[in-house]
Structures are given as C-alpha cells and as structure tokens.
C-alpha cells in the first residue's frame, strides 16, 4: 500500500526521513512522539531502550466538499476520505491455540468496514425492510459496528441489546419492540434460539461466528439461523435502493439497562442522534484518535466514542470481553483518550492504598512521602503515555479517587462527565453543555429544596439536543419522565453552584 509520493505526518526520530504515508512507523511505547523508520527500528546501533510497536502512518487525506445531511452520509464520506487508514482492529490469537492472545492487533481498514457495512446492509434487505426493527447483541468487535452502519445504510432501526441481559429481558424486548431480525454473536445465539417459543416477531438469527453443524441442521420453528458472512456475500451481489428518511423519524432504540423493572426502550431520532457528533467531517489533522472499547456498546457512550473517533479517521482497537486482560489491553491499543466508570477507578485506588500501607508500615515520614511518590509513578503506568485525557462517568466519583487520579495520572487532563441514555451529555466536569435547558424541582420528601443553603438543590429536568421521544410502546413510563413542556425528569439530585465568574456548576449529590 505504500505510495511513494505522499509523505505523512511522522518522521523518523533517528535518520529524520519524513515517512510515507502508507509505510510503518515504529512507535516507542515510553518516549512521547517517538518514531523510527522501519529500517532505523531494525538496525539502529544502538537500539532504541525501549519497546516500538509499527503502526501505520499516514498523511493529510484528500480534500473532496462532501454533501452531508445525514449519518449515512457522514458515515460514508469518512469511508470515502480515510480510505485506507486502519479503522477497527481486534487482538490477535495464536493460529495452533485459538485460546492463546498474543500482544498484538490486527486492523482492518475503512474501506473494509465501509465494504463489509454496505455488502451487509444489501444482504439484509432480503430478510427486513427498511423502517424494520433489528436487534444487535453481541460484545464488542468490528461486526457490532458493521452492523450498525449497514442499518444506517438501510433506514434499518437498530435495537441494542445488552448481551447481560437475562432470558427473560431479552424475550421482554423483543416482544415490546417486534423485532424481527437479530444479530449476535456465538456466545449469545443459544439465549436467543431458547428464546423462539416466547418470540413470535422473531424471523431471524444472524451469527457473526461461523455457525457448527449442530445448530445449523437443528430444525427452528420457522426461525432460520444464518451466518452472518453469508448475507455480506449475497449483499454482494444483490442491491437494493436505499429508502430516505426524515430526521424526526425513528433511528435507533437503546434499551436502558433496568436492574429493577423490565428494560425500557428510549427510541432516539435520527437528529437526536447526529446531535452527538460534528454535523461536518472535522478537517485533517496529525492528531492521533485512537479508542480503545471495552464497555457495552449497547450503552450509547462507547458507541458514540467508536463514531466520533471514525469521523476524525481515527481506529479503534476492541477489547476481548474479558475483564482480567482490560489492562493488558489497553496497554496494546495505548488510546489517545479513557473512560472509566468510579468502580474502575476506584479498585486501582484501592490497590494503591493496600500497596502503600504494605510498604510504608515501619518508615520515617518523609520515607513514606518518597515512598508515595516512587509508588504513584508506578501506577501511572497503567494508563499509557500515549493517554491524555482519562475520563470518569457512568455514576458519582469520590472527590478522595478523584485528587488520587489527579496526583497519579500526570500526563493526562482527568476530567468528569454526566450523561444520560434519555438526553446523552449533560456536563462535562461539572459545567452545563452548551445547547443544554434546565430547571431544578424541590423533592421534599427527601430533603432537597431550591431553598436550600447555600445552593438551591432538587431533582435535575432537563432537555437536550440528544433528547429522546419516548419509551417504546410504552406510555405509561414515558408519560411519566417527560413534563408537559417536553423536559426529562433525570431522577438525580443535583446542587446548582454559581461560580465566582458566573458560570453554573451542576452537582450530582444523590
Ligand atoms: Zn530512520
Ligand atoms: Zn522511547
């Protein structure tokens, strides 16, 4: 792939060549923006000290005006300008063990995932019809996005699915939204062929895995059970018109992870959608965006992320699913940017309290300072060098993990952010988004009144560019989180500070 007249954005820190665009660039895992050419990476005397990874480099990409008015659109104009760049990228497994991972990721580019989308999105034209309802639940890997976009492609509305679910709430789902086509992976097709008694919608199951003999002679009731390279192949050579949409109109329905209640399905138009990423593909640039995913794309934050990083012909490389090798794995991928819930933060916190009682038991106190210090430099080698922002979300932080991760994490900005299914972001460290309209509601049941002193606290309602339109089939749920005038009620406590400039701080406190 090297085309020899285009030059990138790297060049070798040793000979000073400035790199091809299409060539490896061999990146030092330690030093901050450190490159070597192939052939300085091989025969340097003497050798760089520490570990480089070849990663692909690449240069400015055409400049082409592009018609955007939609995801579709965005989507393929972004195949289109990043082409040949690495887009997506899975860790490797050893040929003789397929239980064995090795230390490395294989990539695929743009142009195969835009191939692999737009086959499969043909391909399912023959099973759904546009406006359809088609369920993804699978763990994270190419194939999740693939699907995603092939649905986009179709006017298909995707129905996310969490693969935790149990029986029960995956039958609920599909009833309550009737799906008739679902995509899956291997380890959640035997949920979903259980389930067919309970799910008359249901017409068919997609495999992202080659499928065993065993299932596939298996007579299903009338469900058939295909793979999902079958379809890509037929998508192939079958094409179908795309049916157009309106903005208002129904995109995407992600089921919120109910641990009390049955899920609840937040449908999402498109323009709520496109809401969370830029209207335009942002211009080139040498900035790296590099995701690492490993959260559950059935939750719109990871999903949005692996987008946004697309959009600004960055890759994201997929964790394996399991949780032991989480550090592993981002210590391969070395993203540009992480985003943890408490928990996570939390746990490392933990281990470093354990570490620093064990160690600083019989010492002096200004030993202990040393020894604090030696130890926050060691853990600040969990969150790779190539890591400048590390984010934390999902629920509230302890301010005690927060000053720790500040303390440890000195090579990245640690910042808060608060989103919610129903409305997407709602403050970046503690600051209103821009776009956002709100008000507070005294819950005095609780306590909370906007006459408290010295800030007024209540339950935060808000309305945001993100909005849904409603739960699914629903109207009790969605009569009750919406007010008249269109706002969401969040549920969460929040305390509203004016700061010293002016500005409003939004506290989440129960
Ligand atoms: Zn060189
Ligand atoms: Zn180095």
Same mark, same amino acid.
């Given at each position: 792939?090297?085309?020899?007249?285009?030059?990138?954005?790297?060049?070798?820190?040793?000979?000073?060549?400035?790199?091809?665009?299409?060539?490896?660039?061999?990146?030092?895992?330690?030093?901050?923006?450190?490159?070597?050419?192939?052939?300085?990476?091989?025969?340097?005397?003497?050798?760089?000290?520490?570990?480089?990874?070849?990663?692909?480099?690449?240069?400015?990409?055409?400049?082409?005006?592009?018609?955007?008015?939609?995801?579709?659109?965005?989507?393929?104009?972004?195949?289109?300008?990043?082409?040949?760049?690495?887009?997506?990228?899975?860790?490797?497994?050893?040929?003789?063990?397929?239980?064995?991972?090795?230390?490395?990721?294989?990539?695929?580019?743009?142009?195969?995932?835009?191939?692999?989308?737009?086959?499969?999105?043909?391909?399912?034209?023959?099973?759904?019809?546009?406006?359809?309802?088609?369920?993804?639940?699978?763990?994270?890997?190419?194939?999740?996005?693939?699907?995603?976009?092939?649905?986009?492609?179709?006017?298909?509305?995707?129905?996310?699915?969490?693969?935790?679910?149990?029986?029960?709430?995956?039958?609920?789902?599909?009833?309550?939204?009737?799906?008739?086509?679902?995509?899956?992976?291997?380890?959640?097709?035997?949920?979903?062929?259980?389930?067919?008694?309970?799910?008359?919608?249901?017409?068919?199951?997609?495999?992202?895995?080659?499928?065993?003999?065993?299932?596939?002679?298996?007579?299903?009731?009338?469900?058939?059970?295909?793979?999902?390279?079958?379809?890509?192949?037929?998508?192939?050579?079958?094409?179908?018109?795309?049916?157009?949409?309106?903005?208002? +109109?129904?995109?995407?329905?992600?089921?919120?992870?109910?641990?009390?209640?049955?899920?609840?399905?937040?449908?999402?138009?498109?323009?709520?959608?496109?809401?969370?990423?830029?209207?335009?593909?942002?211009?080139?640039?040498?900035?790296?965006?590099?995701?690492?995913?490993?959260?559950?794309?059935?939750?719109?934050?990871?999903?949005?992320?692996?987008?946004?990083?697309?959009?600004?012909?960055?890759?994201?490389?997929?964790?394996?699913?399991?949780?032991?090798?989480? &550090?592993?794995?981002?210590?391969?991928?070395?993203?540009?940017?992480?985003?943890?819930?408490?928990?996570?933060?939390?746990?490392?916190?933990?281990?470093?309290?354990?570490?620093?009682?064990?160690?600083?038991?019989?010492?002096?106190?200004?030993?202990?300072?040393?020894?604090?210090?030696?130890?926050?430099?060691?853990?600040?080698?969990?969150?790779?060098?190539?890591?400048?922002?590390?984010?934390?979300?999902?629920?509230?932080?302890?301010?005690?993990?927060?000053?720790?991760?500040?303390?440890?994490?000195?090579?990245?900005?640690?910042?808060?952010?608060?989103?919610?299914?129903?409305?997407?972001?709602?403050?970046?460290?503690?600051?209103?988004? +821009?776009?956002?309209?709100?008000?507070?509601?005294?819950?005095?049941?609780?306590?909370?009144?906007?006459?408290?002193?010295?800030?007024?606290?209540?339950?935060?309602?808000?309305?945001?560019?993100?909005?849904?339109?409603?739960?699914?089939?629903?109207?009790?749920?969605?009569?009750?989180?919406?007010?008249?005038?269109?706002?969401?009620?969040?549920?969460?406590?929040?305390? &509203?500070?004016?700061?010293?400039?002016?500005?409003?701080?939004?506290?989440?406190?129960?």
């Amino acid at each position: 792939m090297i085309n020899s007249e285009k030059l990138s954005f790297w060049y070798c820190d040793n000979c000073n060549r400035t790199l091809n665009h299409g060539e490896f660039r061999y990146n030092c895992t330690i030093c901050d923006d450190f490159d070597y050419c192939e052939t300085c990476a091989k025969t340097a005397d003497p050798p760089h000290p520490h570990q480089m990874v070849p990663e692909l480099a690449y240069g400015r990409a055409e400049k082409k005006k592009y018609h955007i008015k939609n995801m579709k659109t965005i989507i393929q104009a972004a195949i289109d300008k990043y082409w040949d760049r690495h887009c997506m990228g899975t860790r490797n497994v050893d040929k003789e063990n397929l239980s064995i991972y090795m230390d490395s990721y294989s990539w695929l580019t743009f142009k195969t995932i835009g191939d692999r989308s737009m086959n499969f999105g043909h391909g399912l034209r023959r099973l759904i019809e546009p406006r359809g309802y088609l369920g993804i639940c699978a763990g994270n890997r190419p194939e999740w996005m693939i699907t995603d976009f092939a649905c986009m492609f179709q006017s298909i509305i995707s129905v996310t699915i969490y693969t935790m679910f149990t029986g029960s709430e995956i039958a609920y789902v599909i009833n309550n939204t009737k799906v008739t086509v679902v995509v899956c992976d291997k380890q959640v097709l035997p949920k979903f062929i259980d389930l067919q008694s309970q799910c008359s919608s249901l017409q068919h199951i997609i495999c992202m895995d080659p499928i065993t003999d065993i299932i596939s002679i298996t007579k299903h009731n009338g469900i058939s059970i295909h793979y999902m390279e079958d379809i890509e192949k037929y998508g192939s050579t079958n094409q179908y018109d795309c049916v157009n949409t309106q903005p208002t +109109d129904c995109f995407t329905i992600l089921y919120t992870s109910g641990s009390l209640a049955f899920p609840k399905g937040t449908i999402v138009s498109e323009n709520a959608f496109r809401a969370a990423f830029p209207q335009q593909l942002p211009s080139s640039s040498s900035a790296d965006y590099i995701h690492f995913s490993y959260r559950p794309l059935a939750w719109a934050a990871d999903r949005d992320s692996i987008i946004i990083t697309f959009l600004h012909g960055g890759r994201t490389g997929f964790s394996t699913g399991d949780p032991s090798r989480l &550090l592993e794995e981002l210590a391969l991928v070395r993203p540009s940017d992480f985003a943890a819930s408490p928990n996570f933060w939390n746990k490392i916190y933990t281990e470093f309290k354990t570490s620093l009682a064990l160690l600083t038991t019989c010492c002096l106190p200004e030993a202990k300072a040393d020894e604090e210090q030696r130890l926050l430099q060691q853990f600040s080698k969990l969150i790779p060098n190539r890591c400048k922002i590390i984010t934390v979300g999902g629920a509230m932080v302890s301010p005690i993990v927060l000053d720790f991760m500040k303390r440890c994490f000195t090579h990245c900005s640690v910042d808060e952010s608060y989103g919610i299914t129903e409305c997407g972001g709602v403050t970046y460290n503690n600051l209103v988004e +821009d776009s956002l309209q709100y008000r507070l509601e005294s819950v005095p049941e609780m306590g909370y009144t906007l006459e408290d002193k010295p800030f007024p606290r209540g339950e935060l309602l808000t309305k945001t560019t993100q909005m849904f339109s409603g739960y699914i089939n629903n109207p009790e749920e969605t009569r009750a989180a919406l007010t008249e005038d269109g706002f969401f009620r969040t549920g969460d406590i929040v305390e &509203l500070r004016t700061c010293q400039n002016g500005r409003i701080d939004i506290r989440v406190i129960d």
